[in-house]
């Protein structure tokens, strides 16, 4: 089945530490998303890729980084200068060809805790 | 003023009841919109597209009101599967989507 795949689904770590969260999506869509969810609050877009090797800031990319060396691949690395990581982090892809229809498809979502 | 903004509720409806909530979004170009639903602690998932003047499915029904830039949904004979937070989703250009930060329904017995 196609579907996009979000590794690990729960991670605890250390203050100070850097940690990367897997998304993988066997669906060949070319655009892919990195949002922030937080208790009480919308999605805030972190990252976007348009095509591989290619990515674009979103709102809040301050202290994580990303990279798109595959279609199907679109890691999201927290590093330790992200003042406030722990959250809900969903990764998602944009289902259709063009820019005016389509959906976005979410994967299942890591849930970073920082202890 | 925030891009999407929609009322957190909760909105605390008996089964059977018919309920509303509504969305309104700052940029006035913005062609697309989208109602996902997110179950707790789960991603969200596509309800409804809203294109043109709004759309229907089953018991949900979705307007769009560009004079006055807001989105509209509408569940009727409410369930209680129907609780969950519903997502207002605006494209205001290229591949950028806004999202609101949601209204919670919960539908009770």
């Known amino acids: 089945d196609g579907g996009i795949t979000q590794s690990p689904k729960y991670l605890f770590r250390k203050e100070g530490q850097n940690v990367t969260l897997s998304c993988e999506q066997n669906l060949n869509h070319d655009a892919m998303y990195w949002y922030r969810q937080d208790p009480g609050q919308g999605l805030r877009l972190i990252y976007y890729?348009?095509?591989?090797?290619?990515?674009q800031k979103g709102d809040i990319a301050e202290g994580y980084s990303v990279s798109r060396e595959k279609k199907e691949s679109f890691p999201l690395t927290v590093t330790s200068a992200q003042k406030n990581p722990t959250a809900f982090y969903l990764c998602a892809s944009w289902t259709g060809r063009g820019l005016d229809t389509g959906e976005l498809f979410f994967g299942e979502g890591s849930r970073l805790t920082v202890l | 003023r925030k891009e999407v903004e929609q009322d957190p509720g909760p909105f605390n409806v008996p089964e059977g009841a018919t309920v509303a909530f509504n969305c309104t979004y700052s940029?006035?170009?913005?062609?697309?919109f989208f109602w996902y639903r997110q179950d707790c602690r789960k991603e969200p998932k596509l309800l409804m597209s809203?294109?043109?003047s709004g759309n229907e499915d089953g018991r949900f029904t979705a307007q769009l009101n560009r004079a006055s830039q807001y989105i509209s949904l509408l569940i009727r004979d409410s369930k209680l599967s129907d609780s969950a937070t519903y997502l207002c989703v605006v494209k205001p250009y290229g591949n950028k989507l806004v999202f609101g930060a949601g209204t919670i329904l919960r539908v009770k017995s």
């Open positions: 940029n006035s170009a913005s062609q697309s």
């Open positions: 890729s348009q095509i591989v090797n290619d990515f």
């Open positions: 809203v294109y043109s």
